[in-house]
């Protein structure tokens, strides 16, 4: 049993149930719930996900005298208090010693983790030579089986598709006009609170294996992020969960 307004599951024509987003767009938890499967799905209640908003659950927890109706909100990652999440890893991890490197594998610097390096990040790196070109340099990809963490232009962020793997299906795919199973004119979802992408999207139930091609670029994308595919009669449906390869 989930307490907070995280999403809604309701039966489905032929699937059983289904996992679609809170009525309460501002906590909707469908993105992070959809590893959870159909099997999860079955042994799990909701019992806020149709609740309008926040103020509302707080306004009924009060009627009831429930200390928690005052309760301040969480945000970002919530045992991290004071919001420095780099101090926290480096405190957990230690300090390991890496190179930042070019798209080319010029060593560039020196760091002290890639696990305090977020894609798409452009201050802190730690950099004391400016780029040739005179150009910003932003973090295009982190390695960490060699502790490398890779700067180069902006443009090398942009990503025209999407591939995943560690597939979780939470409908039936559709059969697509070139012989694939999928799902066209859906959107995908990269972060817990992104704005949904436009995309068309393939999957290969046997390798458990995703494609998403965007209709627009996307910029930055990390391994390891959660690919989560929306559909269905409304849109707010979760189909599918994968891990970015």
Same mark, same amino acid.
């Given at each position: ?6 999403a ?48 509302d ?24 208090? &004071? +919001?420095?999440?780099?101090?926290? *890893?480096?405190?957990? %991890?230690?300090?390991?010693? /890496?190179? $930042?490197?070019?798209? @080319? ?30 150009r ?26 999407? &591939? +995943?793997?560690?597939?979780?299906? *939470?409908?039936?795919? %559709?059969?697509?006009?070139? /012989?694939? $199973?999928?799902?066209? @004119? ?7 609170h ?24 996307l ?27």
């Amino acid at each position: 049993r989930l307490p907070g307004g995280a999403a809604s599951s309701r039966p489905g024509e032929t699937t059983g149930l289904t996992l679609r987003r809170a009525a309460d767009a501002a906590k909707d938890q469908s993105y992070v719930l959809a590893v959870s499967g159909r099997d999860g799905l079955s042994r799990a209640l909701f019992p806020l996900g149709d609740a309008p908003s926040k103020a509302d659950v707080r306004a009924e927890a009060e009627r009831r005298g429930l200390p928690v109706a005052s309760k301040p909100d969480s945000y970002d990652i919530c045992f991290v208090a &004071d +919001g420095d999440t780099r101090g926290f *890893l480096t405190r957990s %991890l230690g300090v390991h010693e /890496g190179t $930042l490197v070019s798209p @080319d594998g010029d060593v560039l610097g020196t760091h002290d983790g890639y696990f305090g390096f977020t894609v798409g990040q452009r201050k802190g790196l730690g950099l004391t030579r400016p780029a040739p070109d005179g150009r910003p340099r932003y973090v295009i990809e982190t390695r960490p089986s060699t502790n490398e963490v890779v700067v180069g232009p902006e443009e090398l962020l942009s990503r025209k598709s999407v &591939d +995943g793997n560690n597939l979780i299906l *939470l409908a039936d795919p %559709l059969p697509l006009n070139d /012989g694939d $199973l999928g799902w066209q @004119d859906v959107t995908i979802q990269v972060r817990a609170h992104g704005r949904p992408l436009p995309a068309d999207v393939a999957v290969d139930v046997e390798t458990g294996t995703l494609r998403a091609k965007l209709h627009h670029p996307l910029r930055g994308l990390a391994a390891g992020q959660s690919v989560v595919v929306y559909g269905g009669d409304s849109g707010d449906q979760v189909l599918a969960q994968a891990t970015v390869a």
